[in-house]
């Protein structure tokens, strides 16, 4: 039983960062670092010159839970998850897309 409640509390403790990523930085980029996909999620953000905060989940031991969350509040596991001002704008190839469309420049100046 004494397990269920730790996972159950490690999982709340994981929410609760994520929520705390998004809300304290301007843009939150949940990423891993050997995804191309990331990558040019974070050279899209360079190119427009976004300063960003990166959380590389496999350097986290509770990666594969801030995945789930992230699941659940954007419909997608996968990775890049991209936030500009709490908001989930996508992955790495719409962030590319705003990037290239000059709406990227627009959300991070809003």
């Known amino acids: 039983m004494g397990s269920k ?3 159950e509390e490690e999982r709340q403790a994981s929410q609760d960062f994520v929520e705390s990523e998004i809300k304290n930085h301007k843009v939150v980029v949940f990423s891993k670092r050997y995804c191309p996909y990331c990558t040019k999620a974070k050279n899209a953000l360079k190119e427009v010159g976004a300063e960003f905060h990166v959380v590389e ?9 801030i995945q789930d969350i992230l699941l659940k509040m954007t419909g997608g596991r996968t ?4 936030f500009i001002d709490g908001k989930f704008i996508g992955g790495g190839t719409e962030t590319q897309q705003l990037a290239e469309s000059g709406e990227l420049k627009k ?3 809003a």
């Open 79 to 82: 990775v890049p998850r991209v």
């Open 107 to 109: 959300l991070l100046e």
């Open 5 to 7: 409640q730790s996972s």
């Open 57 to 65: 989940l496999e350097l986290r031991s509770d990666g594969g839970v």
